[in-house]
């Protein structure tokens, strides 16, 4: 038989007591032993102020090419399409004296943040998430979410023409930029960096001698491919991120956007063809023959 004994009271150490975190508190709140730590180290911004703080990095990045792009894309974009002769270059004389010489270190500046931010901005996003399986078949716009980061712009050409738009794992407005990064290098390597260290200028006559030289290594890789995955990847980059800073997200509205940036890209490709099919041969010795020289002295490339 149990025999109960009554004993003393004794004052109970609030120490040993557990912790009552309130669940829709930050994670760390009530017990310092329980916050986020890297490499063992507690810190105290919640995912949510990152994200905000790398957003706005994001957006004050793209002021220089903001105000930078409208006149680079009028001429190379549109003016070689309509008269890819001299009009070019006389554009472009006009736009280098328009700009002060500080335009390109503020738009590497402005990319090199940008881009910093954008993938920090994804390692946040992604950080400690949850893997979900996201469905990429077709669906009827009432049944899904029709945000950029889901479905892009338009969700794929099924979205634009039919309404079933394509939810994508990765946004492509992201997909964009990873492709942009590189070939965007390249552009300012061949177009900026290595010319200004062999004291020389590149002209559109340069780019038709590239576009139209006869060694094939140097029109395509070096020309062609690189300047098209340039202007696809850029026009979209930038247009669909106009789209999103804008706050545009009606759907209606988001395809004209769509047609705005394929018409672009369009007249892009025939600004390319144009500068392509000129005469070069009276244009003088080819500026790339020492450019490319340069690189594969950079490169240690025999």
């Not at 001299?86 to 004296?97: I, K, N, T, W, Y």
């Not at 949850?130 to 990429?136: D, F, L, S, V, Y």
Request: net charge positive; hydrophobic share 40%; with cysteine.
């Amino acid at each position: 038989m149990i025999k109960l004994h009554e004993v003393p009271p004794e004052p109970v150490d609030p120490a040993s007591l557990p912790h009552d975190v309130n669940a829709h508190s930050p994670e760390g709140d009530g017990n310092p032993d329980k916050r986020k730590k890297i490499f063992g180290i507690p810190y105290p911004f919640s995912r949510s102020s990152c994200r905000r703080f790398l957003w706005n990095c994001q957006k004050i990045s793209v002021l220089p090419m903001a105000l930078y792009f409208p006149l680079h894309a009028a001429n190379t974009l549109i003016t070689p399409a309509v008269s890819p002769d001299s009009a070019p270059d006389d554009v472009l004389m006009m736009v280098r004296e328009i700009l002060p010489s500080i335009t390109t270190k503020l738009l590497v500046a402005g990319i090199t943040l940008h881009v910093s931010a954008g993938v920090l901005l994804r390692i946040v996003n992604n950080w400690n998430k949850p893997r979900r399986n996201r469905h990429r078949h077709l669906k009827i716009s009432a049944e899904q979410d029709l945000s950029q980061d889901s479905i892009g712009l338009t969700g794929g050409i099924s979205g634009y023409l039919f309404g079933l738009y394509k939810t994508f794992r990765i946004p492509p407005q992201v997909i964009s930029g990873y492709i942009l990064v590189p070939v965007l290098i390249y552009h300012l390597l061949i177009m900026k960096w290595v010319p200004n260290s062999i004291s020389t200028e590149v002209d559109f006559a340069s780019i038709k001698q590239l576009l139209s030289s006869k060694n094939r290594w140097w029109k395509w890789l070096g020309g062609l491919v690189p300047l098209a995955i340039l202007l696809e990847s850029g026009v979209y980059h930038i247009g669909s991120g106009l789209c999103r800073y804008f706050g545009v997200r009606k759907m209606t509205s988001r395809k004209k956007w769509s047609t705005a940036i394929n018409l672009l890209t369009l007249v892009g490709f025939v600004s390319l063809i144009r500068l392509m099919k000129e005469d070069s041969t009276k244009l003088g010795p080819n500026q790339f023959e020492s450019i490319f020289k340069k690189i594969r002295l950079l490169l240690h490339v025999n």
